[in-house]
């Protein structure tokens, strides 16, 4: 299996957007419910979001239900995180993974 790779991170201010990417090659990607993890310093690992190989009805965690949208393209080997409404504790690295397989994370900073 191919380990993805995350992109799309960077800094904005509080109310602004942003959008992830997780790539990775192969059918296996295509074909794996994706799921997006974020870990501030000093905190947790926390699930954000879970979307399935059809990219139906994902799930969310409350602290980001209404503001972060997951979607994929498998066409692409892509899944997007939109992530809109963003607020300064939503800073943090965030992973995608697969299976067992996890990116290195792209760091998202959200000022005041």
């Known amino acids: 299996q191919v380990q993805p790779v995350e992109s799309g991170g960077g800094s904005v201010q509080a109310g602004g957007s942003l959008r992830l990417s997780c790539t990775a090659s192969g059918s296996t990607f295509t074909s794996s419910t994706v799921e997006w993890y974020r870990q501030a310093p000093g905190k947790e690992r926390e699930l954000v979001g879970i979307?399935?190989?059809?990219?139906?009805?994902?799930f969310y965690a409350g602290s980001v239900e209404g503001r972060f949208f997951l979607s994929r393209d498998n066409t692409k080997n892509t899944v997007y995180l939109q992530m809109d409404r963003l607020k300064p504790e939503d800073s943090a690295v965030y992973f995608c993974?697969?299976?067992?397989?996890w990116g290195q994370g792209t760091q998202v900073t959200v000022s005041p």
């Open positions: 979307i399935d190989w059809k990219g139906v009805d994902p």
């Open positions: 993974t697969y299976g067992d397989n």
